[in-house]
């Protein structure tokens, strides 16, 4: 069975702040998911990645295959950028992680 | 608008009602899933869709049906409402989940999501 971890399960930083979040999975994949959920609920899909790195304004996602491990950074953290991040791992049906859920201080 | 339509927003039940998530995309995506939150177990694959006619289970099917008739719409059923069903649901379609189909469209999008209360 394909477990999903991710680390930390919270995170608190203060404004400005670098943040590392990170997932692990247990068998081969072909693709992994970075979600953003906000504190209303709403989900937004971040980056779909399966080798190397992505970036995105201040979001960086990078996945390591034969590590079976990903990490989500955000530079120059913000306020706004407080929400549950949650990783999803594709090998042939969507698993999540229970996500991270990160408070950025002003 | 584009995007992903789920109704309803909320909805409480009694034990042994059923009812229907209606989940509708204008996007032509060909990938259509369901999904619940529960607190400390994260999104759960309840069943999902590939394409008009295909449907299959994911991580906690029992209790839900779903079907696929028509690629805008992936409507999940409840057929006698438990409740170890109240939850959040999500719906999300994407054009493929798997990044070995290459599309610009394969990022996916979530509904507003719709909390159930089975009393």
């Known amino acids: 069975k394909n477990e999903v971890e991710q680390s930390p399960q919270n995170l608190t930083a203060q404004e400005g702040e670098f943040i590392t979040i990170n997932c692990s999975y247990s068998?081969?994949?072909?693709?992994l998911h970075w979600l953003q959920q906000h504190p209303g609920g709403g989900i937004v899909s971040l980056f779909m990645l399966s080798s190397g790195k992505k970036k995105h304004g201040r979001l960086i996602a990078t996945i390591n295959i034969q590590e079976k491990h990903s990490s989500l950074h955000i530079t120059a953290s913000h306020p706004r950028d407080s929400a549950v991040y949650i990783c999803?791992?594709?090998?042939?049906?969507?698993?999540f992680g229970k996500g991270t859920k990160l408070t950025v201080n002003p | 608008n584009a995007g992903v339509t789920q109704t309803p927003k909320f909805q409480v039940l009694k034990t042994g009602q059923s009812m229907t998530l209606q989940c509708a995309q204008d996007?032509?995506?060909?990938?259509m899933s369901w999904y619940r939150q529960d607190p400390g177990m994260g999104l759960r694959l309840i069943h999902y869709s590939v394409g008009a006619g295909i449907t299959d289970q994911g991580e906690v099917p029992n209790g839900y049906n779903v079907s696929r008739s028509t690629t805008e719409d992936f409507p999940l059923r409840l057929l006698s409402a438990a409740p170890s069903q109240t939850s959040v649901y999500f719906c999300?379609?994407?054009?493929?989940?798997?990044?070995?189909?290459?599309?610009?469209?394969?990022?996916?999008?979530f509904g507003a999501g719709s909390r159930l209360t089975v009393l």
């Open positions: 068998v081969g994949i072909s693709a």
């Open positions: 999803a791992v594709y090998p042939e049906k969507l698993v």
């Open positions: 999300a379609s994407s054009y493929s989940v798997d990044i070995r189909v290459v599309s610009g469209a394969n990022v996916l999008t």
């Open positions: 996007m032509n995506h060909e990938y």
